[in-house]
Each structure stands twice: as structure tokens, then as C-alpha cells.
């Protein structure tokens, strides 16, 4: 039973779907996870529909858990726990970094490492990782991605002038895109016939177009969403350079090995890359391609230019890089790899009490080969078994029998159950204390607003009232200005009554005067 993140052609169908000699479930948290409907058919589950998983186990038959991301084998752990079946976890990039990760992550991820049986690191890089945190190096097993060598066929290089560099991949930091366009821009003084192309789509489209523009690169850059495979297929082969700039994000974030690289040295074009995780593991550098410095757009730059000026080199760098793909990364061996990595876990399982678990049919040439490998593992793995945790049921290993007593068994769940239901506690916790959080956030949000209205108030009230006293102050200056101005004019009256008073008095004086 394989749980993966969504259901689409990018996420490791071959290494769910196509494993030689084996059946599939393919698990899906819940339906909004399943992105592409053409891959729908009768074996695609939903993990939140299953209520019984020790019933769901037997009417399927199932006799091992495959979970596809660090995430999803702690997701698991209650169902291994109740069925008691061997637990798988890939380990692909940013599963193996705390970036962007819940609270309490590592400390889930030690409980996994405890728990689960086996973890299949994308490459070495991220194995280191694994056994740096607490992981058991006997229960890591590097199982590289591979190439359907079939659908990706070696072309020679290009001998026409073209000088098309193309990049594909998410419009995340890690993959450096944005490094790329700065070294790119660097070098189009000299080679004014070159072009960029990305494919990919993510939250950073909107910088990446903005950068574009900033570094006025005009027709000679273009930015293409997502594109079909085929299509994606047909702009690799008619490439003449890759270029995959990855880099360790400023929230930890790594690659693996990005699978578009290897697909590029299947198909015969030149790459150029970076010292990063994985890729070292991929590309021998100045032997199938060039490998610069993360992060470093000068020394990018150079190497854009060195492959762009020496074009007599392609052949030599593909032809290796061909070869590598073909001896370590075929995507048929890879799946044999699996194949027998799933045999280390699931043939030693012969019928228990609880679930019937059967191993895999094999022809008899491959039978003997197996059973000589897992009589020497055997041997070696009888030295610790008394140090290796076992499954509550009677399980044979190396000829013996060993069965827990009842009470011991009784325990041992008990602790289990326990630290599971701890584990889904702590994420429920931590739904509720971000919940909290983003209330706490809108409350103090909506008493700012609310303060900032009664200030807002409180302000226009004062300005009301004062311009009211500036008018009342107006009207009254205005009233006494007129009250004055008409005691004047009362006054000048009077005095005028007064001086004609006189005058007539004067007037009759002189007339008695005279008679």
C-alpha cells in the first residue's frame, strides 16, 4: 500500500505502479488530492475513508506500508501500528530539513526512525542527513530515482549555432532560477543569440517576471507554465544546454537529485549544475557535464559561456552522461532495486496470528539468488536481533520463532497507541494554536480598528467644536463691531442735535438783540 502527496504523473508513479512482481494500492490523504483523474482506476484509495485498517489489510491483502515523503510515515504510524506491517518511507528533500516544518517535526521524525523498518533516501546526500538526526544506517537503503530510458532516447549534440539554455522546475528559491537569469544576462553581450527558457510554474512567477524586466532581457527570455510531457520532452531535445542552478533556500530547503537533470543526460544534451546535495552524486565534474559553486552567479556565468564557446566538448560530456544514467540511474534497475529492497521486509513474514502475509511469487533462478542474500543478511541481522524490535505477532526470522509473552505484547501496544495518540494530539494542538493565533490576530485587529475609529471620532468632534467656537467667536465680533458702529452713528446724531440746538439759540439771541 504506496501513500504519496497527490496523485499526478510527476509523483513517482513508476515507483508505485510499476514495481516488478508486485501489486499496488495507491493511497491518497482524501479526493483533493488527486490532481490528474486519468490516473484514477479501481486500486486508487482514500486514507481518510478507511475506519478499520486491520480489516482493510486483510480484504486487500496487503503485506507492506509504502509512504512517499517523511510526512506520511508519521501519518502511518497508527496504521502500522494497529496492523503490524512493515513501514517504508522515502525520504526526497525537504523531508530530510526542518524548513517550513510544524513544531515538534524532528522529534516525530526520531518516533519514525524508531518505528518505522526501512527508509529509501533519494540519494546519499540525504542519507548522511537521515543518520545525522538519529536514524539507524541498517535501516537506510539509497534508492535513486530512475529514467524510462524507452520515452527519453540519446540524440547526438546539436551542430547547428543555436544556443538554446533551458531550466525546468518549480519557481521555488532551491531551484534556482533567478541565479540563472542574473548569469544569463552576464554573458548576452557575447553571445546575442542565445535565449533562456524556464518551465515551471510556482510562487515565485510573479519575481521571476519582475526580474526579467528588471535585467532587460526581453524576446531572449521566456517563462512557460506547466506543459504536458510530451511537450516538456519535445523542449529538452530540442535544447542545446540544461541548466539546473539549485540551491539551499534560506529556510533550509534542498533538492535531492532533480529528476529533470538526469532525464536531460539521458536524452544527450550538455548540463551544467551546482555542488549541491545530491547532484555530485549524479554529475563527476569536467566528465558529464560542469558543475559550479550554489548560489554564485559569476561562476555560473563562466560556465555558461565555457559550454557556449566550446562546442567541439558536447559529445564527449554526453556520451558519459549517457552512460551514467544507463549503469546507475535505469529506471528498470531502480525498480529491481525496490523490488528486492521490499524483499528484505516482506519474505521473512509467513502467515500470523492476526494477518496473513505472503511474499512476492519469483521464478526459480531469481528464488535461489534471493534466498542466498537473505541467508546472508540473516546472519549478519541474528547478532542484533535481540536489539531489533520485533512485530507483535510470531514472526519466523533466520528458522527461529520468536513470540512476546501476552503481557509484554500487551505493554508494548499500549506504549504505541500512546505515543501515537500523542503524536495526533500534538497536531491537533498545533491546528488549534494556529487557529488561536489567527483569532488572536483578527481580535486585536478589530480593537485597533475599532481604537483608531473612536480616536478618528474623538478628533473630529474637536474639530467640530472648535470650528463651531471659531463661528460663535465670528458672530459675536461681528455683533460688536455693528453694536459699536451704531453707538458711533447714535453719537454723531446727537452731536449734530446739539450743534443745530445751538445754532438756533444763537439765532433767536441775535434777534432779541436787534429788535
Known amino acids: 500500500m504506496h501513500l504519496n502527496l497527490r496523485v499526478d504523473p510527476t509523483q513517482y508513479i513508476s515507483q508505485i505502479r510499476e514495481v516488478p512482481d508486485y501489486d499496488y494500492i495507491h493511497m491518497v490523504r482524501q479526493p483533493k488530492y488527486m490532481i490528474d483523474l486519468s490516473l484514477l482506476d479501481e486500486k486508487v484509495h482514500y486514507l481518510n475513508e478507511i475506519f478499520s485498517p486491520k480489516e482493510y489489510v486483510e480484504r486487500k491483502n496487503i503485506s507492506l506500508l509504502h509512504a512517499h515523503h517523511g510526512q506520511l510515515g508519521m501519518l502511518l504510524l497508527p496504521f502500522k501500528e494497529e496492523t503490524n506491517l512493515p513501514l517504508v518511507t522515502s525520504i526526497r528533500g525537504r523531508d530530510a530539513t526542518l524548513a517550513n516544518q510544524p513544531i515538534g517535526y524532528l522529534d516525530n521524525m526520531k518516533m519514525l526512525f524508531d518505528r518505522g523498518e526501512r527508509f529509501f533516501p533519494v540519494c546519499q546526500y540525504l542519507a548522511d542527513r537521515l543518520i545525522a538526526w538519529g536514524c539507524p544506517p541498517e535501516k537506510i537503503r539509497v534508492l535513486y530515482g530512475g529514467v524510462d530510458l524507452n520515452q527519453f532516447n540519446y540524440r547526438t549534440s546539436h551542430k547547428e549555432g543555436s544556443q538554446n539554455i533551458l531550466s525546468i522546475g518549480r519557481l521555488v528559491e532551491k531551484k534556482g532560477h533567478h541565479i540563472l537569469m542574473q548569469a544569463f544576462q552576464k554573458i548576452r553581450g557575447k ?247 489567527k483569532k488572536d490576530k483578527k481580535d486585536k485587529k478589530a480593537k485597533k480598528d475599532k481604537d483608531e475609529l473612536v480616536v478618528a471620532s474623538n478628533k473630529k468632534d474637536k474639530k467640530d467644536k472648535k470650528a463651531k467656537n471659531q463661528q460663535q467667536a465670528k458672530a459675536d465680533e461681528t455683533i460688536a463691531s455693528r453694536k459699536k458702529e451704531k453707538k458711533a452713528q447714535k453719537a454723531e446724531k446727537v452731536k449734530k442735535a446739539l450743534n443745530k440746538i445751538q445754532q438756533l439759540q444763537l439765532q433767536a439771541k441775535d434777534k432779541q438783540s436787534g429788535g
Open 191 to 437: 553571445f546575442p543569440n542565445a535565449t533562456l527558457t524556464i518551465i515551471g510554474r510556482g510562487e515565485l512567477e510573479e519575481y521571476i517576471n519582475s526580474l526579467a524586466n528588471e535585467l532587460n532581457l526581453g524576446d531572449s527570455f521566456r517563462l512557460l507554465n506547466h506543459l504536458p510531457k510530451d511537450q516538456v520532452r519535445e523542449q529538452m531535445t530540442n535544447a542545446d544546454i540544461f541548466c539546473a542552478a539549485s540551491l539551499e533556500a534560506a529556510d533550509g530547503d534542498v533538492e535531492g537529485i532533480p529528476n529533470t537533470l538526469k532525464e536531460a543526460m539521458a536524452v544527450g544534451v550538455p548540463v551544467i549544475s551546482t555542488n549541491h546535495a545530491g547532484i555530485p552524486e549524479l554529475i563527476t565534474n569536467n566528465k558529464e557535464g560542469v558543475l559550479v559553486q550554489e548560489n554564485n552567479v559569476d561562476e555560473l556565468a563562466e560556465a555558461l559561456e565555457f559550454m557556449l564557446t566550446n562546442r567541439e566538448l558536447w559529445e564527449t560530456y554526453t556520451v558519459a552522461a549517457r552512460q551514467k544514467i544507463e549503469q546507475n540511474f535505469n529506471l528498470v534497475q531502480q525498480l529491481q532495486q525496490q523490488a528486492e529492497f521490499y524483499d528484505e521486509l516482506v519474505a521473512p513474514y509467513t502467515k500470523g496470528e492476526q494477518n496473513s502475509v505472503t511474499p512476492r511469487k519469483k521464478d526459480k533462478k531469481n528464488k535461489k539468488d534471493k534466498k542466498d542474500k537473505k541467508d546472508k543478511k540473516a546472519k549478519k541481522d541474528k547478532k542484533t536481533l535481540k536489539n531489533t524490535e520485533q512485530p507483535q505477532q510470531r514472526v519466523k526470522y533466520d528458522g527461529e520463532s520468536v513470540e512476546p509473552s501476552k503481557k509484554d505484547k500487551k505493554a508494548e501496544k499500549a506504549e504505541k497507541v500512546k505515543k501515537a495518540l500523542n503524536y495526533i494530539q500534538q497536531l491537533q494542538q498545533q491546528t488549534k494554536d494556529k487557529d488561536t493565533d
